[in-house]
């Protein structure tokens, strides 16, 4: 069995339509994200790794629609399964991403999916519950169609 990180005693990862119980995570760049943030915002949650060649294509799709939800009610909040913080943000320079990374990963994992796939990505509604856990790489217009968890 699968050790659970401390604090989540028991508490198993949000399966859709479950309230998302968010940790308070570290970011890449010095931030701290936390419940707070997802407060009546719509979350998308990436899982990915910098040798996931799937996750090179999928990351700008990411990209882009971090950038088509700024200004609405949508977060999008990656998490890298990597533990070499200078080699992820030496990624995200050289691939021109800007989306939030934290390499807190386990945290994350006992919140959302403890599923490895990446890359994974975990929709949450703006009433703070999971939507959906998808597996492996989105096309483009599938990412950007989650904008429309702003709604």
Do not use: Y
């Amino acid at each position: 069995a699968a050790m659970l990180p401390a604090g989540v005693a028991g508490a198993a990862p949000a399966q859709p339509g479950d309230r998302v119980q968010w940790p308070t995570v570290k970011l890449l760049d010095g931030r701290t994200w936390s419940a707070a943030d997802a407060q009546d915002k719509a979350v998308v949650v990436v899982f990915w790794s910098i040798t996931c060649p799937f996750c090179r294509r999928h990351n700008p799709h990411v990209e882009k629609l971090r950038a088509a939800a700024v200004g609405k009610p949508l977060v999008v909040l990656t998490v890298s399964r990597d533990t070499d913080a200078a080699a992820v943000a030496r990624h995200l320079r050289e691939q021109g991403l800007n989306f939030a990374v934290t390499l807190d990963h386990a945290p994350m994992a006992a919140a959302l999916s403890m599923r490895r796939v990446t890359p994974l990505t975990v929709t949450v509604g703006r009433d703070g519950r999971v939507r959906q856990i998808i597996a492996g790489e989105m096309f483009e217009e599938d990412v950007l169609d989650l904008l429309q968890l702003a709604a």
